[in-house]
């Protein structure tokens, strides 16, 4: 192995090992600030110690000189600590915290083949020694960074507020993600687990050979048999030639005597082969079920490898807090709960910056400052909790302070201001709603900007990057007491366990997480409040809707209203829950849940697609919006073309004569067409508009509506007016023949040259 | 040649000339700055053209494969799975303000990627045609400016119109066109 590639290997277990420290560090310090009984300070200071020798250890193997010296210096100043001739007070720990910032630096820098600038380690150094000999700080302590080469935007905003909060992350937020991104730290026994798998799968291999061994063997018996039967087939022969022409001959018993031995052989041959037949089909039984198995624990497997613990996320959290409340002036606790619960590391990714921005929220926005906490009679300390909880599929993450708390009013006011909404419908936006708002971009309702929040910037992003993830935020709060962010995303990304059901010709799919309840309903049958449908279910009301009608779709089943009941589908999402009437139910399946592509950024009601087993495609209900979704309301232009298809074998027979009806509706139905028949232009005409047909034959002469006003009217109508139409009539003379043809029928025929085929092929030519 | 075809049929001369041009190696223009190579394609009755830089597919819709979206606007005509893919389809006749039509009995669909120059992003996309597109060449100087007729909003999508009254459309725009981002639900 050459020098090159024995550095990039060290690089390789460097960096997470530096990042590791780091953390140990920061929580470590943070922890010493805060101040802990005597045990358990000296323990923890006795890990940060450690930290900081390895790190310095580490970064001298691998020759990062920025690392070890400032490591060092930590070394120094954390051992003054342990000999308690310096204590870690808020002052000493602020200006040990930016050393990890800059051992971050450092390693960026040497990745990029540079060196932190000299005068910047030298003034840090300078300050880290300046801890143990009291000295004040060097300084301009920021002057250094703004006159480094900012490739990290959030460094300068220490010095100077910077607009954009994306931008707002700490030091501390940048180089963390790239190491999430980087690698991933698998546990072994997740790895166990997957060399466990492998060992199946080895057995699995052992028994598919058994069964093609077994099935040769068949093969072999088979052949053996073959050759058997061809030595006596020639026998056969000439004992059937023995019985030609109507005579027998006499024939020994010598000469059948092969034959009886043949099929002596043949039944024990076949008494073999059924045997060794069964054995092989419980062995491909037996087989499938173990490779069933087999990947599904595979899948499940390799899915959790995919899967970090929350910790690496919120393990910044504290420092980041700590420091923003230091710069506010405010004092915040942390609370972090959950952080051991594994999350699909793409799903960390995403939920990241959201997450971010909303404790930093809390932090700056929520939290009020300690006079005013004071006053109002809560402690001095502000709480920040952040709490993650697994449930079924999904993980739910609360961010929660005891702050202030939003006020809809002025969230109301900011957003009426800024044009997002219009007076009238800001008084109707009942509580919910109004706290909605905060969700939209530029709403805030902070009277003084701030660089980190307050812009009212932030909150729309961690919108779309939850929407993004197929997930919800809700936001409570109470004036006054505080504010609850509730984040619910799913754990995994990969797969989804889904219902399916097919809805007015499509095929959709619900999570089996959201589904409460299967049923049959007869909708005549449930209750009707308030003009709205519902069943009782479960201890309580549930509203009764159609799926079809709640997408926009047509509804086919209301129009068979004979009683009978339809399959329905109670779902539920977070606390609100509603029944579906849907078409058919296909059962349930674990499918690969994909995104809509460009340009569906977001649309209503679906939160993506998946692919089943025949390639088709079915489309994933984002079952939060149908919620919420308002029962029949028809999505303007969702009603596809596709459903106004006429059916073209779908003729519309009009004419007043009983008779004359029967005698063409047998004709047409003879020759495959679907007949419906009025008595009427009227009765026709809605007909018409309930179910367009592919053509219509109608008579001329008819009470209310004859044939002539029936086609005017067919053609005056926008949708129908390519509707092709063959008036059939008695009327022979010239001028019923121009009529008919000036209101737009497409072919006029005599009834007296009546005759099938002239209807047919008329027929035939206008349908095409 | 000539001598060769004078004691042949009508039919061999006409396969004998087929197959010269057959054997022709492709007169292969570079596409300079003043021609471009388009596949022209229709959609309700109009024609619409597409840098073929842009195609990376053509292809008859996949019925079993496509389909129709709830709560979006019309000119998504739906989703379609191309070997495990999903990609949107999208009519550019619904979009310039066609109504629309049923799904025509040779529906093609043109897998379409963008290279993210010019703001537009990387993207692959489905576009409708209702029968087999072609490929053809057009030179800059036959556009023409699109008829006063012709709504604001499409002329900023399109480069320009040809004397068959093809318009060829300026893709990155179109996809990058706010009308054509659905966000719902906000």
Redesign the interface.
Known sequence: MDREELTRRLMATFRPEVEEHLTTLSTGLLALEEGATDQLREQILAETFRAAHSLKGAARGVGVRDIESIAHALEDVLSAMKYATLLPSPEVVDRLLPALDMMREAMAAHLGGERLPADQLASLLASLAGTIDGSAPPEPASAPRSEKPAEEPAEEQRASPEPAPEASETPAASPATTALGDTIRVSTAKLDALMADTGELLAARMRSEKQLAELRELQQRLTRWSKSWRSVSGQLGSLRRADKGGRSRAISVRDVLPLIDFLALNEASLRTMAGGMSSLVALAASNLQGLTQLADTLQDDVRLLRMVPASSLVSRYPRMVRDLARERGKEVALRLEGGEIEIDRLVLETIADPLTHLLRNAADHGIESPARREASGKPRRGLVTVRIVQGGGTIVIEVSDDGAGIDSDAVRRCALARGLVTPESAGQLGELQARQLIFRSGVSTASAVTDLSGRGVGLDVVRENIDQLHGRIDVATTPGRGTIFTLTVPLTLATAHVLLAEVAGRIVAVPTTTVERILRVNPREAHSIDGQYALHLGGGPVALLSLAQTLGLPDSGSKTDNGSKRPTIALGSADRRRAFMVDSLLGTQEVVVKSLGWPLRRVRNVAGCCILGGGEVGIVLNVADLMEASPGELVTGAVAPEEQRADKRRILLVDDSITTRTLERNILENAGYLVVAAADGEEAWSLIRGERPGIVVTDVAMPRLDGVGLTRRIRADTALKDLPVVLVTSLASQEDRLRGLEAGADAYITKGTFDQHELLATLERLLG | MAEITQGLTNEERILAERSRALARPPHVEADGEHTHSLVAFAVGGERYGIEIGFVQEIQPL?R???????????F?A????IR?R???V?DVGVYFGL?????AEAAHVLLIRTSGNGGA?V???GILADERPETLRIERDDLRPPPETVAEKVRGLIHGVSEEMMAFLDLEKL?MDPG???????
């Not at chain 2, 739906?78 to 799975?81: A, D, E, L, P, R």
């Not at chain 2, 109504?99 to 799904?103: N, T």
Request: charged share 20%; proline share 15%; with cysteine.
């Open positions: 996949p079993k494969a496509f389909c129709r979206l709830p709560c979006v606007p019309l998504v739906g989703i379609v799975n495990g999903i990609h949107t999208i109504a629309p039509r049923p799904l992003p993207c692959e996309v996809l054509m981002i659905v966000r719902d639900g906000e």
